[in-house]
């Protein structure tokens, strides 16, 4: 039972820099996001997509671009990497069913220096 | 604004030594209410969900409640494996869910 996998797990980057997350998942859950999460504040949700072909832009999206061609892949871009996304980030996936929980992946480690 | 609040930031305890750990809310909808645990290094991991005032869900030493405005975890006599932080979220439909900034509990053998 994989469940969602993100690589990579650990990053540093050079500010200016771009770099793609990878994120999979292997239970046919329509429904993806991408969070942040820093030091005292909540998860914050970045991107999200509701199926294969659709996505949209969440709470913090600028900075970051997604695409989401398959059900079962959901890639993070940073296009000029900047101290301040210096942050983990988190890949979740869900059924889409109201009030269904998320299933997180373990995260990939960003720091831009 | 919608806000959901975690207290405290931090939680010390001995083992066996039960204790609450609060999530209050200021939202325009509530759809639900999500409780995840988070091990360092390591991706949240659901716990429960509640949907409605006065529901209540168990597992193992855990125990969730839901009045309108905020949610209990209460841990009974817990064991150093529940070190972790706990994190509240709530759902308001469509694609929106909030998170607090969990509570970080340490059980001390």
């Known amino acids: 039972n994989a469940g969602v996998t993100q690589t990579p797990k650990f990053q540093v980057l050079k500010t200016g820099q771009s770099m793609t997350l990878q994120c999979a998942q292997d239970?046919?859950?329509?429904?993806m996001s991408w969070y942040r999460q820093d030091p005292g504040m909540g998860l914050r949700l970045i991107h999200y997509?509701?199926?294969?072909?659709?996505?949209d832009q969440g709470e913090v999206p600028n900075g970051y671009n997604v695409s989401r061609s398959t059900t079962e892949d959901f890639p993070l871009r940073l296009l000029s990497a900047a101290p301040s996304q210096t942050s983990v980030y988190f890949c979740?996936?869900?059924?889409?069913?109201?009030?269904?929980?998320?299933?997180f992946g373990d995260g990939t480690r960003l720091s831009i220096l | 604004e919608d806000q959901v609040t975690q207290s405290p930031e931090a939680l010390r305890l001995q083992e066996g030594e039960s204790s609450s750990l609060n999530c209050s809310y200021t939202?325009?909808?509530?759809?639900?209410l999500f409780w995840y645990r988070q091990d360092p290094g390591k991706g949240p991991e659901f716990l429960f969900t509640?949907?409605?005032a006065g529901e209540e869900k168990e597992k193992e030493r855990l125990k969730a409640t839901l009045t309108k405005k905020e949610s209990f975890l209460h841990i009974t006599a817990p064991k150093p494996e529940d070190s972790a932080t706990y994190l509240c979220?709530?759902?308001?439909?469509?694609?929106?869910?909030?998170f607090g900034a969990g509570t970080r509990l340490f059980v001390k053998a």
């Open positions: 997509s509701v199926g294969a072909g659709i996505t």
């Open positions: 509640l949907y409605s």
């Open positions: 239970m046919n859950h329509e429904y």
């Open positions: 979220a709530v759902y308001t439909g469509g694609f929106k869910t909030i």
């Open positions: 979740a996936s869900s059924s889409g069913r109201v009030g269904a929980p998320q299933h």
């Open positions: 939202v325009s909808g509530l759809r639900g």
